[in-house]
């Protein structure tokens, strides 16, 4: 009896193409200096993105590392928000 071969899978899309997640980008080192300093926060301070996100981990960030996002927002046209990569599941 032949054994039925599993069909190959399309590539998936990227999450980061996707309408409804925002725009999320590594900041650089002088670039998380700087948004630090403006802000008088250390990174503990900052709200905190886990690890294992999908777009954390499609984006290669790293622990400790900080992200931007940028979300559409009715109000302001852009809002910008912060986060510290931590540790987790």
């Known amino acids: ?3 039925a071969r599993a ?4 590539p998936q899309p990227s999450i980061l193409e996707h309408e409804l ?3 999320h980008r590594v900041l650089s080192p002088e670039e998380a200096e700087e948004v630090l300093r ?4 250390t990174p503990q301070q900052l709200p905190k ?5 999908p777009v954390v981990r499609e984006i290669g960030a790293k622990p400790g590392d900080i992200i ?3 979300r559409d927002s009715e109000t302001a ?4 928000y912060y ?6 599941e």
Do not use: H, Q, T, W
Not at 83 to 88: D, I, Q
């Open 7 to 10: 069909k190959p899978r399309p």
């Open 49 to 53: 993105i886990l690890a294992s996100d």
């Open 38 to 41: 403006r802000y008088c926060a």
């Open 21 to 23: 997640v925002p725009k």
């Open 77 to 80: 046209g852009k809002a910008v």
């Open 68 to 70: 931007e996002i940028v």
């Open 83 to 88: 986060r510290v990569v931590v540790r987790g």
């Open 1 to 3: 009896m032949k054994k």
